[in-house]
C-alpha cells in the first residue's frame, strides 16, 4: 500500500476519492475540548446533522467547564461523549457526581471510558473496567459507552510493550457488553499507517471480540505538530511514517492530511466487509474547523451542516 504518500495535495483541495472512502467517512464524529469549543460561534453551521461529539477531559479542566460544554452542544442538538479518565476521578463518588451532573444538567446519555493519560491515579479508581464495574452509568441510564483501543499497544499499560494486559481488557469489555443495555463500540487512538490498525482489528476478532472499531485519525495539521502530538500520545510503529517523511526537506512544510490512510482503510473495508472497523473518529490536532471542513469536503454528497 502507497503509505507513504500522506501529504499529497494541497489542504484546501478535495480530492476525488473513491466511493468506499465517501461511504467510510460519511458519519464521523469528532473531538473537543472546552478552550477549543468556545472558539466556536455555532457548531450547527460547521458540523453535519447528528454528528457525535466528544469531550475530552484534560486533567486540571473544571467539571464546570465540562458540564457547560456538554450542554451547549446537546443543546445545538448534537449527541455528546464526554470523556471519564478514570486516574483524574478521586473516587465512586465524584464519578458518581459527574455523571449526575452531565446526565441532570445537559442530557448526556453516552460516555468514553478511560484509564487515562496520568500515571498516578487521584484516588481509587485505575481502570475504566473499575467504572464499568460499578453499575453506576447503568443505574443513570447511559444509552452508550465507548472504551479506548490501542492498535498499536500502549507501554503505559503492556510495558513490555505487547498486548496481553489491553487484549484481556477488551475481552472483559466485550462480556460487559453482552450483559450491559448500552451500546458499546472501541474508539482507537490516532494512527498514520494502515496495517497495524488492520492486523489489530483482525487480531482481536479471532479472540472473541466483537464490539464495532471507530477508527481514530489525526485532522489536517503541520506535520511538526502532528509528530509532538504522536510521541506525547505513544503512537507506536506507524509513527515512522511521518519520521521518514520530517527527513524529507522538501515536504517538511507540507500540511499532513489523513487521506492515503482513509483510503487503504476504505479498501480493506470493501474487500473484508465483515471488518470491526466501522466508523471514522477524528481528531483535530490542527483545529476544530479545519478538520471538520477537510471531512464535510469529502462527504457522499458534502451535506450542509445542519443550520
Not at 495535495?9 to 468556545?38: C, H, N
Not at 510503529?237 to 517523511?245: D, E, N, T
Request: proline share 7%; hydrophobic share 45%.
Amino acid at each position: 500500500m502507497a503509505l507513504m504518500n500522506l501529504f499529497k495535495g494541497k489542504p484546501d483541495e478535495a480530492p476525488a476519492g473513491s466511493t468506499r472512502f465517501r461511504d467510510l467517512i460519511d458519519g464521523y464524529s469528532i473531538e473537543v475540548m472546552p478552550r477549543t469549543a468556545a472558539k466556536i460561534d455555532d457548531f450547527k453551521t460547521l458540523l453535519p446533522k447528528g454528528t457525535r461529539v466528544y469531550i475530552a477531559h484534560i486533567e486540571g479542566t473544571p467539571i464546570e467547564e465540562m458540564v457547560a460544554t456538554a450542554k451547549r452542544l446537546t443543546d445545538d442538538g448534537f449527541p455528546v461523549m464526554p470523556h471519564f479518565p478514570a486516574r483524574i476521578i478521586p473516587s465512586l463518588a465524584v464519578l458518581e457526581d459527574w455523571i449526575k451532573r452531565y446526565h441532570n444538567e445537559a442530557g448526556v446519555e453516552q460516555a468514553l471510558l478511560l484509564g487515562g493519560g496520568v500515571s498516578t491515579p487521584a484516588g481509587e479508581l485505575d481502570s475504566s473496567m473499575q467504572m464499568i464495574e460499578s453499575g453506576l452509568f447503568d443505574r443513570y441510564g447511559f444509552k452508550r459507552l465507548h472504551v479506548a483501543g490501542h492498535p498499536e499497544g500502549n507501554k503505559d499499560i503492556d510495558k513490555d510493550g505487547g498486548y496481553r494486559i489491553v487484549d484481556e481488557a477488551l475481552k472483559f469489555k466485550q462480556a460487559y457488553s453482552e450483559s450491559s443495555d448500552a451500546e458499546m463500540a472501541i474508539v482507537t487512538q490516532f494512527a498514520f499507517d494502515a496495517k497495524p490498525v488492520i492486523a489489530w482489528a483482525e487480531r482481536i476478532a479471532a479472540a472473541g471480540v466483537k464490539l464495532p472499531i471507530h477508527l481514530g485519525i489525526a485532522g489536517p495539521t503541520k506535520l511538526q505538530t502532528l509528530i509532538k502530538f504522536a510521541i506525547s500520545c505513544g503512537v507506536g510503529p506507524s509513527i515512522a511514517v511521518l519520521q521518514k517523511r520530517a527527513m524529507d526537506l522538501s515536504k517538511l512544510l507540507l500540511p499532513y492530511e489523513p487521506a492515503e490512510v482513509l483510503e487503504d482503510i476504505a479498501d480493506y473495508k470493501a474487500a473484508h466487509p465483515e471488518s470491526l472497523i466501522q466508523q471514522i473518529h477524528v481528531f483535530p490536532l490542527g483545529g476544530i474547523r479545519t478538520s471538520a471542513e477537510w471531512m464535510n469536503a469529502r462527504l457522499p454528497e458534502r451535506q450542509a451542516a445542519t443550520a
